[in-house]
């Protein structure tokens, strides 16, 4: 993307500045940037474009270990919790966790988010007044990570796996699912 820079400029001036404080004239550049090439590669790169306004997206996450099967517990989970942090800012998903209060803990359960059942996660999730909803399986096999993963958006949900990777690359491709 670099080594073509010159090709998404449509045009860039040096302006003068003046700085009471110095007697040096100095320079600022302005560059306009053609918004419609720039945006085929972003979007060819699997780069994140980001919004003005990005709205949030709650996640609903179970991890399975050792054979068992919990909600994502930030206490006991801090590298997975870290890793889909680092993938959500990679991506540009601003990600929002759910409490997993007592409420929570009544309204909705792993088994909930394993059928990937649309009116418990959908009334679960409405404290959080959020449009969008991902939920996922996340699994820690011998030497990697595979997951399942359901979007929730527009009363439509789409639904993608992704393969036995390391963790990071996991949480990657499955947040790249997110902009399908």
């Excluded at 001036?13 to 918004?35: G, H, T, W």
């Excluded at 959500?88 to 909705?108: C, F, N, S, T, V």
Aim: charged share 25%.
């Amino acid at each position: 993307m670099l080594d073509n820079a010159a090709s998404y400029v449509d045009q860039y001036q040096y302006v003068s500045i003046s700085d009471d404080r110095k007697k040096d004239l100095s320079y600022r550049l302005l560059v306009s940037f053609n918004k419609s090439t720039l945006m085929d590669v972003l979007n060819s790169s699997g780069l994140a474009v980001w919004d003005v306004n990005r709205a949030k997206i709650l996640l609903w996450l179970v991890i399975e270990q050792k054979g068992k099967q919990a909600f994502l517990d930030i206490d006991r989970n801090a590298k997975v919790e870290k890793a889909i942090q680092d993938a959500a800012m990679a991506k540009g998903i601003p990600l929002l966790l759910p409490l997993m209060d007592l409420e929570e803990k009544q309204a909705i359960s792993v088994i909930d988010i394993l059928a990937a059942k649309p009116d418990k996660i959908l009334e679960a999730s409405s404290r959080y007044d959020v449009a969008t909803i991902l939920s996922g399986k996340l699994v820690k096999k011998r030497t990697c990570w595979s997951s399942e993963w359901a979007l929730h958006f527009n009363n439509k949900i789409e639904r993608w796996t992704v393969s036995c990777t390391d963790l990071k690359t996991n949480l990657n491709n499955a947040l790249q699912g997110v902009y399908r």
